[in-house]
């Protein structure tokens, strides 16, 4: 099973305001997000303590990836060749 990228362009009468989302998805669950200005990677993972950010309403945080891609394309690539490491080592909240 692989990791995906199911990108969401905007729709009506306000189109041209918004710009496209890219949702990061496993097994048709969405663990992240490709933020669409900068093409970082961020994922949903569960938090090892719950006040660790000053939160105890939320059990998951976002997690930046370091890893910089420079388009979409290489975002996929980088999440396909990877999907193991990614799921072995952080906690992804499957929320």
């Not at 569960?46 to 890893?67: A, F, H, Q, T």
Request: proline share 4%.
């Amino acid at each position: 099973m692989y990791i995906i990228i199911k990108t969401t362009k905007p729709s009506g009468k306000y189109r041209a305001f918004y710009k496209p989302y890219h949702e990061i998805m496993y097994n048709k669950i969405v663990i992240g997000q490709v933020l669409h200005e900068s093409w970082r990677i961020s994922l949903k993972v569960i938090k090892s303590d719950i006040n660790s950010d000053g939160n105890p309403n939320c059990k998951w945080r976002w997690c930046v990836l370091k890893y910089k891609p420079g388009s979409l394309q290489d975002a996929k690539d980088f999440l396909k060749l990877n999907t193991v490491f990614i799921l072995k080592q952080f906690n992804i909240c499957f929320d």
